[in-house]
T-cell receptor, first 115, second 110 residues
Framework: DTEVTQTPKHLVMGMTNKKSLKCEQH?????MYWYKQKAKKPPELMFV???????INESVPSRFSPECPNSSLLNLHLHALQPEDSALYLC??????????????FGSGTQLSVL | RKEVEQDPGPFNVPEGATVAFNCTYS??????FFWYRQDCRKEPKLLMS???SGNEDGRFTAQLNRASQYISLLIRDSKLSDSATYLC???????????FGSGTRLLVRP
């Protein structure tokens, strides 16, 4: 069982909607990640937070807005998405003592469909 | 050149076979190396870290070749339950930027 919890598991939204994906972990990890995965492709890194500060943004469009309110929570705010943004969005966490040997623990993901 | 590259497969092997996967990386400053396993419609799960000296966990052996910038995974005595996609993960430089290879699909047949 994963110790990283993501909600919702499934989300369908229109291109004008605003929605948020949520991720929570209680392992005391201080690094948290958002990855995007399209079918039959590997996960692609979007954002990394280290000690609640954004440390990596992989040139993600501004319609994706991450937020890390505290060390246990990570949100991804979505606005004016495009159909090509439909994918599995995976949250992960790691100890945050790194960056060497930072093992990622994933949530089960949010399957997003943009209509 | 991609930062992390793998042979996509699929590898189709009989039960009991030994199979090996390779993964190459482009950044010589990379310090962390992992193998993950991903089942269909599930999240990736850590299989094992890869250390310079090589490491073994039961039927799985991982090795790192820094000079040639590749890592490998050897699976001995394949089981049906080993069927999955195997993803190598490498950190880019000395950062939290953990990048996945494209994955190698393994099918173990009875």
């Amino acid at each position: 069982d994963t110790e990283v919890t993501q909600t919702p598991k499934h989300l369908v939204m229109g291109m004008t909607n605003k929605k948020s994906l949520k991720c929570e972990q209680h392992m005391g990890h201080r690094a948290m990640y958002w990855y995007k995965q399209k079918a039959k492709k590997p996960p692609e890194l979007m954002f990394v937070y280290s000690y609640e500060k954004l440390s990596i943004n992989e040139s993600v469009p501004s319609r994706f807005s991450p937020e890390c309110p505290n060390s246990s929570l990570l949100n991804l705010h979505l606005h004016a998405l495009q159909p090509e943004d439909s994918a599995l969005y995976l949250c992960a966490s790691s100890l945050g003592q790194g960056p060497t040997n930072e093992k990622l623990f994933f949530g089960s993901g949010t399957q997003l469909s943009v209509l | 050149r991609k930062e992390v590259e793998q042979d996509p497969g699929p590898f189709n092997v009989p039960e009991g076979a030994t199979v090996a996967f390779n993964c190459t990386y482009s950044n010589s400053a990379s310090q962390s190396f992992f193998w993950y396993r991903q089942d269909c419609r599930k999240e990736p799960k850590l299989l094992m870290s890869v250390y310079s000296s090589g490491n073994e966990d039961g039927r799985f052996t991982a090795q790192l070749n820094r000079a040639s910038q590749y890592i490998s995974l050897l699976i001995r005595d394949s089981k049906l339950s080993d069927s999955a996609t195997y993803l190598c993960v490498v950190n880019i430089g000395s950062s939290y930027k953990l990048i996945f290879g494209s994955g190698t699909r393994l099918l173990v047949r009875p």
